[in-house]
C-alpha cells in the first residue's frame, strides 16, 4: 500500500511540473484550443439581465446553419440564469441573448423556474433549456423540473416532463439533423442521461417527440451545501463515432457511453476515458473540439484545489493525453457552462464566470486549430477495461433504423398554446 501511494504522489508531482513549469508547446500542437486562450478575454458581456439574475450556467451558440428566423441569428449566444438576484440557487428565470458585437438583451423569461445549465439551439429555431426551480435555494425545496422548449422569439411553445426520464435536466447536447433532431439531457437528480428523438417542423411549432430513451445510469448524484447538487452534467456527442461524452461531478471523471445516438438499453455508466485526479476538480460543462479533444469545466465542488481553481482542462479522449489548462477566475467556483462554435473560419469559445457573472469569449482562426496537435495512439490504444483510454477508434457510426419504438410513456406537459406531441 505504501508503496503504491508513493508512486501515486511521485505520478502526480510530475504531472503539476510539466503543467506548471514546460511551455504549453510541449504538451500540445497548434491544434489545442485551452493552451491559445489569452489569459484576460478579448470579449467580456455581463449576462445580468434587468430582473438581477445571477450565476449564469448554460451557454448555447447560435448555429451556422440556423435557418429559424425571429430574433434570433446565427453566432448569437444564448445564456441561462440559475439564481434570481437575491442569488438563491434554482431561481433564475432568464435566457438572455448576446449578439456577436456584444449587444446583450433578455432572449426569454419565465416565471417559477432555476434555469439549468442544459440549453440549446436547434436550426429550424428552437431552443431548449432545462429548468431544476427551487422554492428557497436549498436542496430540501428542489424539484423534478423540466425542459422548457421556447420558440425563435422566445415564447414558450411547451413543457415537456417525465418523473423518470427527465428527473432534474441539468445538461445537454444536440445531434440536430434538421427534420429530426437527438437531444441527450443528463439528469442530475437520478444520475441518468435520456435520448430524445424529435420530429422538427420547418414552420410552426408542431414538434413530435418521437422517442425517449434513457441510454445511460449509475453516475454519483448527491445535495451539495455550495453547489446545491452534483451529478452527471456535461454531455458532449462524437456523431461519426456514436459516442456519448458524460461530464460526472459526483464521480469526478469523464465516461464514454457507445452506441449513444442507436441505443435502445441502458449502456449504464459507459466506459472512464478521464479521471486524473491532478486535473479534475468536479467536471461540469462539456464540450468537442473540432480537431477530437474534449474541454471541461471543473466547479471545484469535488476535489478541489485552492492552487488551481475554476479551470478548463482539455484532453484527448481517445488516448486520455492530458492537452491543457485554464483558470476562468481567481474564485472558486466559478466556472461552468462553456460553448465552442465555427463561424466564418474562425473558432469561437465561449466560458461563463459565476463569480463576475460574466460571459467571456474567446476568437481564434481555424488554421491555428485544425493541422497538427497531439497525435492518437492509433490502433495501440489500451483495453476497454484501462481505468483512463478507451478503443474509439474503429467505433462507427450506426445509421438509425426507419422504425420507431415508442416510449414507454407519455412524458409531454404542455403548457397554454403548445403544439408539442408526443407519438405514443
Known amino acids: 500500500m505504501k508503496k ?6 511521485v505520478r502526480l ?3 503539476v511540473l510539466e503543467t506548471r513549469f514546460l511551455p504549453s508547446s510541449h504538451l500540445a500542437g497548434p491544434s489545442a484550443i485551452v493552451p491559445q486562450l489569452a489569459a484576460t478575454a478579448p470579449q467580456s458581456v455581463s449576462t445580468v439581465p434587468p430582473n438581477g439574475d445571477l450565476n449564469p450556467y448554460g451557454v448555447a451558440f447560435v448555429p451556422a ?35 456577436p458585437s456584444g449587444q446583450q438583451s433578455v432572449f426569454f423569461q419565465g416565471s417559477g423556474l432555476g434555469l439549468t445549465t442544459a440549453l440549446g439551439v436547434l436550426q429550424r429555431g428552437f431552443v431548449l433549456v432545462g429548468n431544476v426551480p427551487t ?47 437527438q437531444v441527450f439531457v443528463s439528469n442530475v437528480l437520478s444520475g441518468t442521461v435520456t435520448r430524445l428523438d424529435l420530429a422538427v417542423p420547418q414552420t410552426g411549432d408542431h414538434i413530435v417527440v418521437r422517442d425517449m430513451i434513457q441510454i445511460a445510469s449509475g453516475y454519483a448524484h448527491r445535495s451539495d451545501p455550495a453547489a446545491l447538487v452534483v451529478g452527471p452534467t456535461g ?18 471523471a469523464v465516461f464514454a457511453v457507445p452506441n449513444a445516438g442507436a441505443r435502445q438499453t ?33 466547479g471545484d465542488a469535488v476535489n478541489a484545489n485552492k492552487h488551481f481553481p475554476s479551470e478548463l482542462v482539455e484532453f484527448n479522449p481517445t488516448t486520455g493525453r492530458f492537452v491543457g489548462q485554464f483558470s476562468v477566475d481567481s474564485a472558486p467556483g466559478s466556472a461552468f457552462g462553456i460553448a465552442l462554435a465555427t463561424f466564418d473560419g474562425q473558432v469561437h469559445f465561449a466560458a461563463v464566470d459565476d463569480n463576475t457573472n460574466t460571459l467571456d469569449i ?29 478503443p474509439l477508434a ?12 415508442y416510449p414507454e410513456e407519455v412524458a409531454g406537459s404542455i403548457g397554454r398554446g403548445s403544439f408539442l406531441r408526443c407519438v405514443c
Open 13 to 15: 508531482f510530475l504531472e
Open 362 to 390: 474567446w476568437t481564434l482562426e481555424s488554421s491555428s486549430v485544425s493541422d497538427g496537435g497531439i497525435q492518437d495512439d492509433g490502433p495501440n490504444v489500451p483495453p476497454p477495461d484501462s481505468p483512463k483510454k478507451l
Open 235 to 252: 454531455l458532449a456527442y462524437d456523431l461519426q463515432r456514436d459516442i456519448l461524452y458524460v461530464a460526472a461531478t459526483a464521480d469526478n
Open 135 to 181: 422554492s428557497d435555494g436549498t436542496f430540501s425545496t428542489i424539484r423534478q423540473g423540466s425542459l422548457l422548449i421556447l420558440n425563435h422569439d422566445g415564447r414558450l411553445v411547451a413543457n415537456l416532463t417525465s418523473a423518470t426520464k427527465l428527473d432534474g435536466p441539468w445538461d445537454l447536447t444536440i445531434n440536430d439533423q434538421g427534420s429530426s433532431a
Open 4 to 9: 503504491s501511494s508513493s508512486r501515486h504522489s
Open 266 to 298: 441502458d449502456a449504464r455508466t459507459g466506459s472512464v476515458i478521464f479521471d486524473d485526479p491532478a486535473r479534475l476538480r468536479g467536471p461540469l460543462g462539456l464540450v468537442l473540439t473540432p480537431d477530437g479533444d474534449l474541454i471541461t469545466s471543473n
Open 65 to 99: 446553419d440556423y435557418q429559424g428566423g425571429g430574433r434570433l441569428h446565427a453566432g448569437d449566444i444564448l445564456v441561462s440564469n440559475f439564481n434570481n438576484s437575491a442569488n438563491l440557487q434554482g431561481t433564475g428565470t432568464t435566457v438572455v441573448q448576446i449578439t
Open 394 to 405: 474503429d467505433t462507427a457510426w450506426v445509421r438509425r433504423s426507419a422504425s420507431i419504438v
